[in-house]
């Protein structure tokens, strides 16, 4: 009978708790795509706890402020985008940017032509224009603005990037911006190409503001180790860094251009870029560095090396245009792999595509959402409700907090938003509901989350 008492008086304790705490339970399941994906988890009596559904976490140990989750715009999805009426336009940017949606915070978009872009183009065109007399951006009035603007019109304060997959093919050795070139394919290391180029970057800033699309930071050149079919550039990083020292920050600086300079994107697919960064002696001309397909060891070997390196995440893991819910299942923990390595965001990759999900060079991905342009029908894929949640409740001006998950079974981020709350994504991948315990030096909270879901645990 006492047995059974103190049991009791431990479940009201632990009731009492959450209660007193105002803890909100949220999730969503990958295998139903739908544009408002998330429900509440109503919560039962809690289950037996195992050591490894243990989550301790120190809110007063504080790390870096969070900059936003989102993905990126391109020319594919603009074209889709403006095959729909302005009421399933609406709708569909609404989902993506509104705060009680997915509220995205951090974009992305291409400086000329990416991989899903139609096909390559610059914004300089007219060979050995020095002086940037013939710069254009007319070409993405036609389908680029227009998806970003509409964006903006749900979501003023969104944060972009910009970077550039090749520059004109004329300031490159092989003259020809795709890749595979028996003649090379890099910049043209002369003082008029890099002022030229230099000159591009400060006029398409300012050729996007005049639309009312603002860029907030640009990284320097996309996988700057890659050399492919479609638009790239070889551009290695102390190259780049100093390109960065002597021709482009002074030019930011000349036309009082606020947006920021980042090197990369890096990744360690197959040279060891990032370490060649952190080797270099003068970053007085870049604010920080741009990284994708990066393994947690190599940034955090960057960050003991350089501390105080400032780092964002530019591109999540294309797939080959499946959009099944097994990939799906992954992204918490690749997402919690960038987060809890330092980094101030997280970038999908192409938000939205059309029913071929495929590029202008013919080769498929993954995306948010597909839009068939022959009749209008909207997909949701399951990697929209994973980026849904997790953009719902990481937001600019979060800090990542300390936790510790013995066994790191469950993939978890924890963050501590201005307010005090204190936010737990975690993904319950298992076949059957867990209850997990976070505790905290004045908190002890049972929560249930069902099976094979995306949960967000809110204690405020």
């Known amino acids: ?54 989550v301790y976490i120190n809110p007063e140990v504080e790390f870096q402020t969070m900059e936003g989750i989102g993905g990126a715009f391109n020319e594919i999805g603009g074209e889709a985008l403006a095959a729909l009426s302005p009421e399933k336009k609406d709708e569909l940017m609404t989902n993506l940017f509104a705060s009680d949606e997915a509220g995205f915070t951090f974009c992305r978009t291409a400086i000329g032509a990416s991989d899903f872009g139609i096909d390559a ?54 003259g020809k911006m795709e890749g595979l070139q028996p003649e090379g394919n890099r910049l043209r290391t002369t003082p008029e190409i890099y002022k030229a180029y230099a000159k591009y970057f ?39 860094v100093a390109f960065a020292n002597e021709y482009l920050a002074p030019a930011f600086k000349a036309n009082n251009l606020k947006t920021g300079i980042y090197a990369g994107t890096f990744r360690a697919a197959n ?17 920080g560095v741009g990284l994708q397909y990066t393994e947690p060891k190599i940034i955090n070997d960057a960050r003991s090396a350089i501390p105080g390196l400032k780092l964002f995440h530019t591109e999540g893991h294309c797939y080959n245009g499946k959009n099944s819910v097994e990939q ?50 909207v997909t949701y894929n399951p990697d929209y409700n994973a980026m849904y949640i997790i953009s719902r409740f990481i937001k600019p001006g979060d800090v990542r907090v300390a936790s510790v998950n013995r066994g790191n079974l469950y993939p978890i981020i924890t963050v501590k ?44």
């Open 1 to 54: 009978m006492m047995r059974i008492l103190i049991t009791c008086l431990i479940w009201l304790g632990v009731v009492a708790t959450v209660q007193a705490q105002k803890v909100g339970v949220y999730a969503v399941k990958l295998n139903e795509g739908k544009a408002n994906p998330l429900f509440e988890v109503k919560q039962s009596t809690p289950g037996k706890v195992g050591w490894r559904n243990r």
């Open 121 to 174: 183009y610059s914004y300089s065109e007219k060979a050995e224009d020095y002086k940037m007399k013939h710069f254009s951006i007319d070409r993405d009035k036609k389908y680029v603005l227009p998806y970003l603007q509409a964006a903006f019109k749900v979501n003023p304060d969104l944060t972009l990037f910009g970077s550039p997959w090749s520059p004109p093919g004329w300031m490159k050795v092989s």
């Open 202 to 240: 400060v006029k398409y800033v300012q050729a996007y503001a005049k639309e009312g699309v603002r860029v907030d930071r640009i990284c320097i050149q996309n996988e700057n180790d890659a050399d492919t079919k479609y638009p790239s550039c070889q551009f290695p990083a102390k190259e780049m």
């Open 271 to 287: 040279q060891m870029d990032l370490m060649d960064y952190i080797q270099c002696k003068d970053f007085s001309g870049v604010d």
């Open 328 to 377: 799906a299942e992954h992204r918490l923990e690749e997402v919690a792999g960038y987060i809890n390595s330092g980094s101030t965001t997280f970038t999908y990759w192409n938000m939205i595509l059309n029913e071929t999900t495929k590029s202008g060079w013919d080769w498929t991905q993954n995306s948010l959402i597909n839009i068939d342009r022959s009749n209008g029908t």
């Open 417 to 460: 938003s201005p307010n005090g709350e204190v936010k737990i994504l975690v993904h319950n991948h298992d076949e059957k509901e867990q209850t997990f315990q976070f505790v905290m030096a004045d908190k002890d909270v049972k929560v249930k989350l069902p099976a094979k879901t995306f949960g967000a645990i809110v204690i405020k």
